[in-house]
């Protein structure tokens, strides 16, 4: 949007007394209050108000699903005209950068000291939020560059990477400190920090090991996950990478399994590396795809196949494949290493909505498999530090008092290393509660602290 568009968009909010786009929004940001600042022109105010909720708006305003929350609760979205709030969101924090806006001072780092490990959307989120509040806070980050999934999980279509490193920027200038190449489990553990003279830590890993099929064939070469593949286009497109490193080529066949927000990723990304054909294969149907709708309309319009209610049971190699049409030819080592096929169970949906296996098999043929079929935590963390528990998949456990800490005092967590993989924006929602909870805590330990202080003094 232009400015003069933006401010007429603004324009046509309702000021509803009783505003259902804020409550429609997980971090419940003001947005009645930045539109109506933006309204009048004044796009600086504007900011302030969405940076009071917000540490990353101009990732948020790309990459939220805005038709699902906050533009599907805006009373004007019934008449089919709401507002586009997204787009507005992302002009204001557009504009800010461009024009050198400033939303928050500096911390004053004299309340506490607070480590974060992990710099997705959860640590940044809290990092944020606790310099805010005058913490003196430090985030170690596993990768040579900050940003996480953000960086590295979301393609440049949907969010560019200049964006997630200026948000990140932000966070630097109110004080934010950001430690590269610091691997948890590794470089340091939790019992190392703490003897560093950190009051907290807040442990915002995510889900970096992902699923993979356990069906015949799965040591064949040729067979990705989804979050490796990403990650591999980024460092190419950035020319950290050769890109044959991608180990996606020209004129390929790919299939990829799965059909939620990462699917559509990986789908859309191979259709931009060169695929051939692309062909999305989920179990279900197509009423129960977890992908957005956009995310799913978009896919659909740049090509990519889509087959419901298909479950692949085995891969298949060259030589495979070769025994099922009668082709005889001299064997290469290639022959029984490389995928060449998926081979699929058809699936029906029963009336009581149950699926079963029935109705036959399929093989398609295909030079490349993506598995985008879910992640889960790794253990670094956990298996370097006593007291930390976690659930039978891994994924740690947290209390409501102080919200977000552990089973060990002082480790807090959330995002998807507590709730599995969710949206950016649901990872900011809990994680801006937990950073309550770290302040909560800190404030309460120094409180004890003094007093015991004192105590020895009388």
């Known amino acids: 949007m232009t400015t003069a568009e933006a401010i007429q968009e603004a324009r046509r909010c309702l000021n509803c007394a009783r505003p259902t786009c804020r409550t429609g929004c997980p971090i419940e940001n003001n947005i009645p209050g930045f539109i109506r600042a933006l309204s009048e022109g004044n796009i600086g105010m504007a900011y302030e108000i969405i940076s009071e909720r917000s540490n990353l708006p101009a990732i948020c305003g790309r990459v939220c699903p805005h038709e699902r929350q906050c533009e599907a609760h805006c009373v004007l979205t019934k008449k089919k005209c709401g507002i586009e709030i997204g787009s507005l969101e992302m002009f204001i924090a557009d504009f800010a950068h461009n024009n050198d806006l400033k939303s928050t001072q500096p911390s004053s780092k004299l309340r506490g000291k607070v480590a974060v490990i992990g710099s997705g959307p959860a640590g940044l989120t809290v990092a944020g939020d606790l310099a805010k509040m005058d913490f003196d806070v430090t ?96 460092l190419a497109d950035g020319g950290k990478l050769d890109a044959s490193e991608t180990l996606l080529h020209t004129g390929d066949n790919v299939i990829v399994v799965g059909a939620g927000n990462v699917a559509m990723d990986a789908a859309r990304t191979s259709i931009r590396r060169g695929a051939k054909n692309v062909t999305i294969v989920y179990h279900k149907t197509e009423a129960e795809i977890s992908a957005f709708p956009s995310e799913y309309e978009a896919a659909v319009a740049e090509g990519v196949q889509f087959r419901f209610l298909k479950q692949p049971i085995a891969y298949f190699n060259k030589k495979q494949m070769r025994a099922l049409k009668n082709i005889r030819r001299q064997a290469t080592a290639a022959d029984e290493t490389e995928l060449a096929g998926l081979l699929l169970q058809n699936i029906t949906k029963t009336e009581t909505g149950e699926f079963i296996a029935e109705g036959g098999q399929e093989l398609i043929p295909c030079d490349c498999v993506i598995l985008a079929v879910g992640q889960k935590p790794a253990a670094r963390i956990v298996s370097s530090t006593k007291g930390i528990q976690v659930d039978k998949q891994g994924f740690v456990i947290t209390r409501d008092r102080p919200y977000g800490m552990t089973t060990r005092a002082g480790v807090f967590s959330s995002g998807d290393v507590v709730h599995g993989p969710a949206t950016v924006v649901l990872a900011m929602k809990e994680s801006k509660k937990v950073a309550a909870g770290i302040a909560q805590y800190v404030d309460a330990k120094k409180l004890l602290e003094d007093c015991t202080m004192d105590s020895t003094t009388l």
């Open 139 to 234: 985030i170690f980050e596993a990768q040579s560059e900050p940003g996480g999934v953000l960086l590295f999980g979301i393609p440049e279509f949907r969010l560019q990477k200049d964006v997630v490193r200026r948000e990140i920027s932000e966070l630097q200038h109110i004080g934010v400190e950001i430690r590269t190449k610091q691997l948890a489990g590794v470089d340091f553990t939790v019992d190392d920090l703490f003897a560093q003279g950190y009051d907290a830590i807040f442990m915002g890993t995510g889900t970096s090991l992902p699923r993979t099929l356990d069906i015949p064939g799965k040591e064949l070469s040729g067979i990705l996950t989804a979050t490796y593949f990403l990650r591999m286009v980024v």
